[in-house]
């Protein structure tokens, strides 16, 4: 597994905003694994059984088994090193919550191998579990010795197994960007009333772009100047004379030319269906009805334009 230093922090609002909650929820799941903070294990027993149930392939019947019984069986031995001796019945339902794990497996599961190692660890360590509940110097010498099969190596399988999981999870759900996100909005009016009303507090949204600017990922550096001449419509259009566009809107055959005589070469020209732009050499053919397809190939940046 890749190990990453720690990064800033951020509040969990501002984090909300940057990440996107799945991979928000992976980010605490894999933090709380990489911590081996056993007391939350069984948080991430519900996040994989949950995942699997929609997504029964990121792991294996085999991988699966070793990672949810994995979890439940660290909770158990921790839960006897921090109270000595803990709740029997806190530690029964455990156990119960193993054996019946064992039995969705069996009758789902195909693999015979998988069912009877599985049968095998479920009885094994319910006998270790019993006898660390009713034998006092037993528990006492179990956890003296106890580093050497539940120490860093076990902890260690726990993490790789996790960490196969969220990253084949990340790999089935990537995130999109913003122009694959548009197209799940509705186009309704009040879907859209309703999302801006969703939208980010001004403060949470100031705090992570801060963040970012301190990181250098904001910077005047990174901005790209474009040479775009389509970016320069709208200051051409607004900077049209009334008399040039009145009489623009009378010319019988729909045709607008918007470099006069002496200029740079630059030049607009308009039909009812289809504005052509011309700049330094480079032709482009702008479709006016955005939403309907141009017949020709679009360029891939801007939708409705055609190189020529």
């Known amino acids: 597994a890749e190990i990453l230093k720690a990064g800033p922090r951020l509040p969990l609002s501002s984090l909300h905003l940057l ?3 799945l991979r928000l929820m992976s980010a605490f799941v894999w933090h709380v694994a990489q ?3 056993v007391m939350h294990y069984g948080k991430l027993e519900e996040f994989v059984n949950t995942v699997s149930e929609m997504v029964p392939g990121l792991l294996t019947s085999r991988q699966r088994s070793q ?6 069986a660290r909770v158990v031995l921790e839960m006897f090193r921090c109270e000595n001796p803990p709740d ?19 009758s789902r599961s195909n693999s015979q191998q998988c069912g009877n190692e599985l049968e095998t660890a479920e009885s094994y360590f319910v006998e270790l579990v019993q006898t660390l509940l009713e034998n006092a110097s037993e528990r006492e010498h179990f956890f003296k010795v106890s580093n050497i099969h539940y120490g860093t190596q076990y902890d260690t399988a726990l993490q790789t197994l996790m960490w196969t999981f ?11 960007n913003f122009h694959q996100a548009a197209s799940y909005l509705h186009s309704a009016p009040s879907d859209r009333d309703d999302f801006w009303m969703s939208h980010p507090d001004a403060e949470q949204l100031k705090t992570l772009l801060q963040l970012q600017t301190q990181l250098g990922r904001l910077s005047k550096d990174t901005v790209v100047v474009s040479n775009n ?3 320069d419509i709208i200051f051409s259009t607004l900077s049209l004379p009334q008399t040039h566009l009145l009489k623009s809107s009378q010319d019988e055959c729909g045709e607008l030319e918007v470099s006069p005589e002496g200029s740079t070469g630059s030049g607009v020209k308009e039909n009812h269906e289809q504005v052509l732009l011309s700049s330094e050499g480079t032709t482009l053919l702008l479709d006016k009805r955005p939403l309907q397809a141009s017949r020709d190939k679009p360029h ?8 020529t």
């Open 88 to 106: 029997p019945q806190t530690i029964q339902n455990h156990l119960d919550g193993i054996r019946m794990y064992k039995e969705m497996v069996h």
């Open 166 to 176: 969220l990253s084949r999870l990340e790999e089935t759900l990537p995130v999109p």
């Open 19 to 21: 990440v996107p909650p």
């Open 300 to 307: 891939p940046s801007y939708p409705g334009i055609i190189l």
């Open 35 to 37: 911590q081996c903070d």
């Open 229 to 231: 001449c389509l970016e």
């Open 67 to 72: 990672l949810i019984l994995g979890l439940r």
